[in-house]
């Protein structure tokens, strides 16, 4: 390895050589910084700084880069510098944007520009240029666990684009529920009409495509491996088993209706009432004629009630709509009056939810005549041959009652998620518990799951991604859906998993630091074996090799830093991201004394949401104080306590983290890391006590990208508070 020689630039574009003394910033970086090279630019974004740039790396030999200027999240283009270790002070939106001006504002914002210029420059020579993992996995084939009509659309997209893809399919044919859906809610103008599903020639494309192979009657025996390296092992029915080396894996392993037979009390299990499955049955058995009911006798009225065992607040059934079921029984009433007109068609809904062009087909849908009745259905009860549906009528506010030869009960859908997994068949003995994926995972044999059954993703930004990297979950498996959302979440699955494959190929992180080089390195040596990093990866990344130690498969790792953060020992590092990158910039400030009234709060800021937004309060010229200085980490979830410890220890008079939403609707890009900082922040009242602290000291907040006059608040409001109570006693011990 070269030696490393250090260089700083400073910008004086934007008005920061204005309002801020380059000189003085210069300085600072030449003598405490002890940078070797020192420069100064107006412009330093533009073609000629960072051709300055550029010319000093290739010229001058220099490896490590600092550059004082703008946020680190602008300009990432054109400080691009592959080979070279790069960090940025933030003096634009950090300083110069969110200080007030004029008389004592100047000063303090000097010292704010000062030490975010010694921050950056302990922070780089503490860095390292990632090699990437030397354990690149080149496998690109891309298994696709489940043959419906997600499965199948997700394995068309990924060989149209030139990959390789195997299907699994537990049934002896493909399509799913969509090979037994007679017509489909439409999906094209002029969205009036039950339009065809195209199953078939979905099929007949599967099966000529020269890059798909199928395996039927099959399910997954094991799987192994990461992303580039997977290795699957299937199994068919006839016993046989084999191995498939794949590089992604997509599951699309559907839905189950939920099972009507739990809900008596709407007929559920009674003769003539059937679930939106039922009814496409008899639907394709009319084959576009009159729909006649199991026991042969032609429907001349129907009722549709809706949100059955969905959308409960009792807890004995769905708590959630599961979509796409409104418009389904749109359509369904459709079958009927294109059948005859003269069939009576009811729907009883609480709240008619047609996103889209659902408008569209709904108004088609009653010049048909089919009647909508805003009501909701208390009982379905024998009468006659037929039978009575009671319902509240909600808009009368009084009981009223219809009566039908066929009741269709809007069930929702329960995702084929997880472990043990009750799929039924036409033959209740034969119904059996499976398990999807089976994982060979210390943390267990299939993706984590949400309270409800759906794969645990994050919902906003990556909502194919579930915690186990480079499996990707699509259609009704990840939430309710319908075909034409089911279609397009199979070609986002089918995208990220490509992604997935050639970031493992290049020895890259996957997402959310798609492109990120580092991985963790681990000293085996200081290990005590707590197992700490192992329980808290929130992506299965760590396994246990025979002495129990930690093993890391660095393709599976996200990079949040969430180990490295839950080791007690602190040998668990990155190259450019570190205990020592933090911990040296929070140790390296000229610390005012306890009695200049001008107190330093620490912020470690989630470079996710929690930094964005305070880079937005700059944007938007939302004053804070001055007296805070913001280091941004990866996750919350990668803050170690020994960072805490020494801000105490060197007299930071108080430290707020900022990090995302956690919790069942969480906002963590790393899914528990926020919520694993919090724990473990809960435990800081012992530290504080230990030094003689107050527990306001330390306080934790979380944030939103969109938080930033919020975030400006939290700032000025705590510093009060700590102005308060009054400088840390810590001051000139650390």
């Known amino acids: 390895m070269s030696e490393m020689k250090t260089a700083a630039y400073i910008c004086t574009g934007c008005g920061i050589g204005d309002k801020i003394d380059a ?28 051709q300055m740039i550029r010319d000093d790396i290739d010229q001058e030999g220099v490896t490590h880069v600092m550059l004082a200027g703008c946020s680190r999240r602008a300009k990432s283009e054109a400080f691009d510098f592959p080979a070279t270790a790069t960090t940025r002070a933030n003096l634009r939106e950090g300083v110069l944007w969110v200080v007030a001006e004029g008389g004592e504002h100047d ?16 922070e780089l020579k503490k860095m390292k240029v990632p090699a990437g993992n030397p354990a690149t996995a080149n496998n690109k084939r891309i298994l696709v666990v489940g043959g419906g009509f997600s ?24 399509g799913g529920w969509a090979a037994r859906t007679w017509k489909r809610v439409p999906a094209a103008m002029p969205y009036a009409e039950p339009q065809e599903t195209g199953v078939a020639e979905l099929i007949d494309r599967i099966v000529s495509h020269p890059k798909i192979s199928v395996h039927l009657n099959a399910t997954v025996a094991e799987t192994r491996g990461a992303p580039g390296r997977f290795a699957v092992d299937v199994a068919t029915e006839s016993g046989a088993a084999h191995s498939e080396e794949v ?53 001349k009225s129907v009722v549709f009630v809706q949100c059955a065992g969905q959308r409960d607040d009792s807890g004995a059934h769905l708590p959630y709509c599961s979509g796409h079921c409104c418009a389904t029984s749109i359509k369904q009433a459709m079958y009927f009056k294109n059948a005859n007109p003269d069939v009576d068609t009811v729907v009883i809904y609480q709240d008619l939810r047609v996103p889209g062009m659902g408008e569209d087909f709904y108004r088609s849908a009653q010049n048909k005549g089919v009647i909508f009745t805003k009501g909701k259905a208390t009982a379905v009860k024998a009468a ?16 009223a009652a219809v009566e039908a030869d066929l009741v269709v009960l809007a069930t929702g859908q329960v995702a084929n998620s997880g472990v043990d997994i009750e799929l039924p068949d036409e033959d209740p003995a034969k119904a059996q518990k499976v398990s999807i994926l089976n994982l060979a995972y210390r943390q267990g044999k299939d993706l984590p799951i949400l309270k409800h059954g759906f794969n645990d993703s994050h919902f906003i930004c990556f909502p194919y991604e579930t915690r186990r990297t480079g499996i990707y979950a699509s259609g009704p498996v990840r939430r309710p859906m319908d075909m034409q959302q089911a279609g397009e979440d199979a070609v986002g699955a089918a995208l990220k998993a490509i992604q997935a494959v050639e970031n493992a190929s290049l020895g890259r992180a996957a997402h959310p630091r798609s492109g990120d080089l580092s991985f963790p390195n681990v000293r085996l040596e200081g290990c005590t074996q707590c197992k700490r990093c192992t329980v808290e990866c929130p992506f299965g990344a760590i396994d246990e090799d025979e002495k129990r130690f930690p093993v890391f498969n660095e393709s599976r790792c996200r990079r949040c830093g969430t180990c490295m953060g839950a080791c007690p020992v602190r040998v668990i590092s990155f190259e450019n991201y570190n205990v020592d990158t933090v911990g040296s910039q929070i140790k390296c400030l000229d610390m005012p004394d306890e009695f200049s009234e001008k107190p330093r709060i620490l912020i470690l800021a989630c470079e996710n949401d929690a930094y964005p937004a305070l880079d937005m309060a700059g944007l938007q010229r939302h004053v804070y104080s001055a007296f805070v200085r913001a280091i941004p980490v990866r996750c919350l979830g990668s803050v170690n306590m020994v960072w805490i410890t020494d801000a105490l220890n060197s007299g930071w008079d108080g430290i707020m983290l900022m990090g995302c939403k956690k919790g069942d609707d969480y906002q963590c890009h790393f899914v528990k890391g926020s919520e694993m900082a919090h724990y473990r922040m809960s435990k800081v009242d012992d530290t504080l006590q230990q030094l003689g602290l107050e527990n306001e000291r330390v306080v934790t907040h979380e944030v939103a990208i969109t938080d930033n006059a919020r975030c400006a608040r939290l700032i000025n409001d705590y510093v009060a508070q700590i102005m308060a109570i009054g400088l840390s006693p810590m001051k000139g011990f650390g």
Request: charged share 25%.
């Open 23 to 50: 000189g003085t910033l210069e300085k600072i970086a030449a003598k405490e910084g002890k940078m070797a090279l020192v420069k100064r630019h107006e412009f330093l974004c533009g073609a000629a700084g960072v």
């Open 107 to 122: 000063e303090i914002r000097q010292e704010m520009a000062d030490d975010y210029v010694r921050m950056a420059c302990a």
């Open 151 to 174: 499965g199948m659309t997700a394995a068309l997209a990924a060989a149209d684009a030139g990959y390789q893809a195997v299907i699994v399919e537990k049934s002896g044919q493909l």
């Open 247 to 299: 590089g992604a894996i997509i599951q699309a392993s559907g839905f189950t209706p939920y099972d009507i037979a739990r809900l008596p009390e709407l007929g559920g299990g009674a003769p003539n009432v059937v679930d939106h499955a039922g009814l496409e049955a008899l639907a394709i058995a009319a084959d576009g004629g009159a729909i006649k009911r199991s026991d042969g006798a032609e429907v």
């Open 384 to 399: 006659g041959n037929g039978l009575r549906v009671d319902f509240r009528d909600l808009i009368l506010d009084e009981d």
